[in-house]
């Protein structure tokens, strides 16, 4: 596992670069000189960065294999530059026990050709009643806690789960959607919901979800991390938290940052999501959040749907889209429009993600893991989504033209995928 990449356009998040030079692996780590008998891959100056971290994947084992597994979410995020994957534990059952997890991470070792991780749920069942044994949790391996889309509503419930998690060191991972005003909800509400008789939400439900997990955190002292900000009046909430001192992080997700309300005019279901895609003015606020570093992380919300679920009126149809793959060419969208440069990019994609975990990984620096992602950003193709690694194959960009092609991926020095073909 001695590899020389020359000719490359290295990508450094952690120094804000871009640089053409050669990077060097040896026993799985990146090291300052070439190791003595290296297989030398020439990179042709195309971009080598490292490897996305993905928090909030929805992997459907147990209980809906037939969705996605861990087999085919492993070959998607390693033909999509993802390196790490942590998934998400809205699960059947849920990701609540010991047991589960001890399940759930025997089944990702055995199948998945990249990293693991998994997020544990807040509350037993993500049922918002009780707190799950967080402290068991952690010790079989669970990276984070969350009960997903599924709000503790409870407010006295969240506060002592904040508690309990403050106590162990434990990172707590929130859904900012104000339950009630979200329950039923298709789209975000406004004059163009009301056009296509969508029922909708008010882009305020985030704000007040935020207010009220940032008044805990402040009340607790928890590591506390928003899954999605994706709407321009969630973002002062946010800064304010921030510049108060709180270990506060947000994340949102690509669909939010290139996709906005009025794609769902024709009632594609495969543009249903959750949260609804806002309007163009918060889609912009979101990448200035991203440049600016108030948002943290952007991720792929990879949730897999099967066609029967999507195959429906909107209103019905169920939110998710599938996205391990489309992550990298999505996000050329908004490196090819100047909106973002590929180390801020990265910065959001790996290096911040890593740090918010405590892993080794999202650097290019000796000594980090050697999680790589060769890809051309310029590169371009008409997505097919019969041809995804996913089993389920509900992704918004069907059919459309995008750019950015991975080349290659490795895990810890290891090869784990390289294209074959144009």
Known sequence: MKTAFHNARLIDPETGEERDGSLFIDNGLIVETEPEGATVIDCGGKCLAPGIVDIGVKVSEPGERHKESFASAGRAAAAGGVTTIVTRPDTLPAIDTPEVLEFVARRAAEDSPVRVLSMAALTKGRSGREMTEI????DAGAIAFSDADRVVADTKVAGRAFTYARALGALVVSHVQEPG?????????GKFASLRGLPGVSPMAERMALDRDIALVEMTGVRYHADQITTARALPALERAKKNGLDVTAGVSIHHLTLNELDVGDYRTFFKVKPPLRS?????????????????VISSMHTPQDEESKRL??????????ALETLLPAAMRLYHSGQLDLPTLWRALSFNPSRLLGLDSGSLTPGALADLVLFDPNAPFVLDRFKLHSKSKNTPFDGQRMEGRILGTWVAGREVYRREHA
Do not use: Q
């Open 135 to 138: 402290g068991f949790l952690m």
């Open 181 to 189: 005003l979200s329950r039923g909800a298709a789209t975000t509400s």
């Open 280 to 296: 163009e003015d918060d889609r912009l606020a979101a990448i200035d959040a991203v440049a600016s570093g108030l948002i943290d």
């Open 313 to 322: 009126p909107f209103e019905e149809a169920a939110s998710g889209a599938v």
